[in-house]
């Protein structure tokens, strides 16, 4: 049994190699990310008597290339979460935090955990890749929040109240027709320096041109409302600019966001749990998608429990002798972005209220009991879970039991 502990960063990685009785074979030694140093740890790997296995730590994202190089060369290589290695008993009191510990460390965790670790495959590449967009599609729905922010903000000082004139969903590109509307109506003089007819014709016109739906006596409110509004910024060229290039912003970081999220969908169609996931209640083609990004595979949580203890939706324990607590408050020592993604999943269910559904009757309940907002919408999430797990640990072993037949 040969241990690889292997302790990544930013440009380099530690190793160290140990076997069972405290045995050391390579002291803890700095490998540089570039080909040539990784195929000089491939051949020294191989060259080693007896079963061999890397272990590392699935921090950020700079663990990726050395456990696809190493696993594309026949190596098993597995990834683990930083909080096993950070709570594995080290037997000393001493806590030392450098490369060359760490790296010590993992590899007694490989010892120790020899036979659980699961090993990095090309379906690790998938997930990975899908967790990396739904990252990316937080970072620019963030954007776009603020650059909507942004234009509101304009619009109170040109066309005040223009981003209530309508409400219809964003399109497949990521348009939507208020921020077209103000793109060419971004005055109010542009409306009513214009006759009723006259505005209601080009209004018209400019629906025709952009595909939407048109109403005489929508066109008719909008410049009732327009004839009383008071406008800080003058109708000139600067003005134009500046509402102009916001709604420009803001449309690309929407089409960037549409496309992101096809791209999310098609990804994690090709994964074995998509059917099961699609299908449960509250998950449509964006949170499905960063639901199984977050979560990941679903097997490597040995029960329910570990899954909801990495979401961190479970209830902690606070009891001492004769002390029994009841009220505990959950642990959330999980995934903030899991969390995130179960709280929009709770929260569409109790917008629909599908009484149908056993985790919005559960919601229901809790709710009906006089339990706080944060508290049943907790407790349906780490229903949710259980529930999730069930069923897509169930179907996952149906397709292996299938393809062993």
């Not at 595979?297 to 040995?302: A, M």
Request: glycine letters at 6%; aromatic letters at 10%; charged letters at 25%.
């Amino acid at each position: 049994m040969n241990a690889v502990g292997i302790d990544v960063s930013k440009g380099k990685s530690t190793v160290t190699i140990r076997q069972p009785g405290d045995i050391v074979i390579m002291s803890p030694r700095d490998i540089p990310h570039t080909q040539s140093a990784i195929n000089d740890l491939i051949d020294l790997i191989r060259g080693l008597d007896g079963e061999t296995k890397v272990c590392m730590e699935h921090t950020g994202r700079y663990y990726e290339p050395v456990a696809a190089w190493l696993s594309d060369a026949g190596i098993f290589v597995s990834a683990v979460n930083p909080m096993l290695i950070k709570d594995f008993g080290d037997d000393s009191l001493r806590s030392p935090k450098t490369d060359k510990a760490d790296s010590k460390k993992i590899a007694r965790y490989t010892l120790d955990r020899w036979a659980k670790l699961k090993q990095y495959g090309s379906m690790d590449k998938t997930r990975n890749q899908l967790k990396t967009m739904n990252r990316q599609f937080g970072f620019y729905m963030a954007h776009k929040t603020a650059l909507k922010n942004n234009l509101i903000a304009l619009l109170d000082q040109t066309f005040p109240g223009a981003n209530d004139f309508f409400d219809s969903p964003a399109r497949s590109d990521g348009s939507q027709k208020w921020v077209d509307f103000v793109y060419t109506y971004w005055h109010v003089d542009c409306v009513r320096s214009k006759s009723l007819d006259a505005f209601t014709e080009h209004c018209r016109n400019w629906c025709k041109r952009k595909g939407y739906n048109f109403s005489a006596a929508k066109a008719a409110a909008i410049y009732q409302l327009s004839s009383d509004m008071i406008a800080v910024f003058p109708k000139d060229d600067s003005t134009k600019l500046l509402v102009r290039q916001a709604v420009a912003m803001l449309n690309t970081a929407s089409e960037t966001l549409e496309s992101l999220r096809v791209k999310m969908d098609e990804t994690a169609s090709t994964l074995p749990e998509y059917p099961v996931v699609m299908a449960m209640n509250g998950v449509g083609p964006t949170l499905g998608p960063q639901l199984m990004a977050e979560i990941g595979d679903v097997t490597r949580f040995t029960h329910r429990g570990a899954l909801t203890a990495f979401a961190g939706v479970d209830p902690g324990n606070d009891e001492s002798g004769q002390h029994v607590r009841k009220s505990v408050p959950t642990t959330k020592k999980g995934s903030p972005y899991l969390r995130k993604t179960l709280f929009q999943i709770m929260d569409g269910l109790i917008k629909r209220s599908p009484v149908d559904d056993p985790v919005y009757a559960f919601m229901d309940k809790k709710r009906a009991q006089g339990k706080p907002y944060y508290v049943y919408m907790t407790a349906g999430a780490n229903k949710f879970l259980r529930i999730y797990y069930g069923r897509v640990k169930e179907y996952l072993s149906a397709l292996a039991e299938a393809e062993n037949i």
